[in-house]
T-cell receptor, first 112, second 112 residues
Framework: DTGVSQNPRHKITKRGQNVTFRCDPISEHNRLYWYRQTLGQGPEFLTY????????KSRLLSDRFSAERPKGSFSTLEIQRTEQGDSAMYLC??????????FGEGSWLTVV | ELKVEQNPLFLSMQEEKNYTIYCNYS?????LYWYRQDPGKSLESLFVLLSNGAVKQEGRLMASLDTKARLSTLHITAAVHDLSATYFC????????????FGSGTQLTVLP
């Protein structure tokens, strides 16, 4: 399968702990996006990379959140000092041109 | 700020009936997406509409875009149970390929 791959698929963590999610985009897709989705809502944009450059960040992305895409391939999203409000599904997506955007299966985070 | 509104939010329909989901957005955009999401799953791309008057069809689903009215429709013809899912529309700000703004979704249930 050559789709967008995300790991881990599920993570339960205690409040205050740090968590990191990884995203492997579809090969040769230079655009990579992170979104967050809570139950009953549409996904909300977090950040966007073109190759290794982080070109856009949402105001939702507080200073506890950091994303990287070294070498323009895989990406990581780290959440420091997790809070219960961070519980959500974190979706990664990639695109070659921006016309069609392909989403991964998502990483579910539960903060207890 | 770009706002995207879908209606209805919940839709129960009988098999073999037709119905339309509406997606209104608040500012100029040249790109509109429709996605399907099954419970606990990621988003599956259905359609990308790139110009005024664009119409795309796949099976029992047909999507159209009127950029002047800032309106897209997703028409369902002769619904079947397999179409039960949540449908999202998403819009990109004009001349920006960086972030999608999603509607709240329409939860469709097709009843036998």
């Amino acid at each position: 399968d050559t789709g967008v791959s995300q790991n881990p698929r599920h993570k339960i963590t205690k409040r205050g702990q740090n968590v990191t999610f990884r995203c492997d985009p579809i090969s040769e897709h230079n655009r990579l996006y992170w979104y967050r989705q809570t139950l009953g809502q549409g996904p909300e944009f977090l950040t966007y990379f073109q190759n290794e450059a982080q070109l856009e960040k949402s105001r939702l992305l507080s200073d506890r959140f950091s994303a990287e895409r070294p070498k323009g391939s895989f990406s990581t999203l780290e959440i420091q000092r997790t809070e219960q409000g961070d519980s959500a599904m974190y979706l990664c997506a990639s695109s070659p041109t921006g016309d069609t955007i392909y989403f991964g299966e998502g990483s579910w985070l539960t903060v207890v | 700020e770009l706002k995207v509104e879908q209606n209805p939010l919940f839709l129960s329909m009988q098999e073999e009936k037709n119905y339309t989901i509406y997606c209104n957005y608040s500012t100029t955009s040249d790109r509109l997406y429709w996605y399907r999401q099954d419970p606990g799953k990621s988003l599956e791309s259905l359609f990308v509409l790139l110009s005024n008057g664009a119409v795309k069809q796949e099976g029992r689903l047909m999507a159209s875009l009127d950029t002047k009215a800032r309106l897209s429709t997703l028409h369902i013809t002769a619904a079947v149970h397999d179409l039960s899912a949540t449908y999202f529309c998403a819009v990109v700000l004009y001349r920006s390929a960086r972030q999608l703004t999603f509607g709240s979704g329409t939860q469709l249930t097709v009843l036998p």
